[in-house]
């Protein structure tokens, strides 16, 4: 049963582009939300994460806007660079701090 | 400071042969975790430890699975025997002390290919 359901599979942007990545989960316990970005033949790396009683936070340009009542969250990465193509994970985590993670979203950045 | 170590970063066998994973987690961290990641899919807990307990194997199957943290530092995976589906990247992470929110920091992986 996947718990956190992710959109879209892929994602292809220009430079400076916007690219918005969606979440949405069914389980209520989950009290914590990262995303995690992974690069071809390395482990997934924290990016930024939203406790459910906080809406927007914003690190750099990285954006995670929640929806506790719709139960979504977003990641939103302003004026993209290459550098950026990565594959992107969405999580929810449990009391025990176990990351339930989402199916991926494979974003690619074009000079 | 190091990162979480792990090996060997690739292996290949033969379906019903056994194969072993080592980590070394990041000096000081209490919790580690094994992950399996399947081609195309996200990381699936497969269990958690904290120093050398097991807190949770919910998801391990333990007919062919097994793992252990005898000192608390280091751990091994073990898969025996090996079946096609066992092909993935087995993923060890650790973190301080398993509160919620804590950052949970990831190794390279260890991508396995059952032949």
């Known amino acids: 049963q996947q718990q956190v359901k992710q959109s879209p599979q892929s994602l292809i942007v220009q430079k400076g582009g916007i690219p918005i990545i969606n979440c949405a989960y069914e389980?209520?316990?989950?009290?914590?939300f990262p995303w995690y970005q992974q690069f071809p033949g390395k482990g997934p790396a924290l990016l930024i994460a939203?406790?459910?009683?906080?809406s927007e936070k914003k690190e750099g340009r990285f954006t995670i806007s929640f929806n506790k009542s719709a139960k979504q969250f977003s990641l939103h990465i302003m004026d993209s660079q290459p550098g950026d193509s990565a594959t992107y994970f969405c999580?929810?985590?449990?009391?025990?701090?176990?990351?339930?993670f989402g199916t991926g979203t494979r974003l690619t950045v074009i000079p | 400071e190091a990162g979480v170590a792990q090996s060997p970063r690739y292996k290949i066998i033969e379906k019903r042969q056994s194969v072993a994973f080592w980590c070394n987690p990041i000096?000081?961290?209490?919790?580690l975790y094994w992950y399996q990641q399947i081609l195309g899919q996200g990381p699936k807990l497969l269990i958690q430890?904290?120093?050398?307990?097991?807190?949770?194997d919910s998801q391990l199957p333990k007919d062919r699975f097994s793992a252990e943290r005898l000192k608390g530092v280091d751990s091994t995976l073990k898969i025996q025997p090996a079946k096609l589906e066992d092909s993935a990247v087995y993923l060890c992470?650790?973190?301080?002390?398993?509160?919620?929110?804590?950052?949970?920091?990831f190794g390279p992986g260890t991508r396995l290919l059952v032949l």
């Open positions: 000096s000081g961290h209490a919790t």
């Open positions: 389980n209520t316990a989950f009290d914590y």
């Open positions: 939203i406790r459910p009683d906080v």
């Open positions: 999580a929810g985590v449990t009391g025990a701090n176990n990351l339930f």
């Open positions: 430890f904290q120093n050398n307990g097991v807190v949770d």
């Open positions: 992470a650790s973190s301080f002390s398993g509160g919620v929110g804590e950052t949970q920091y």
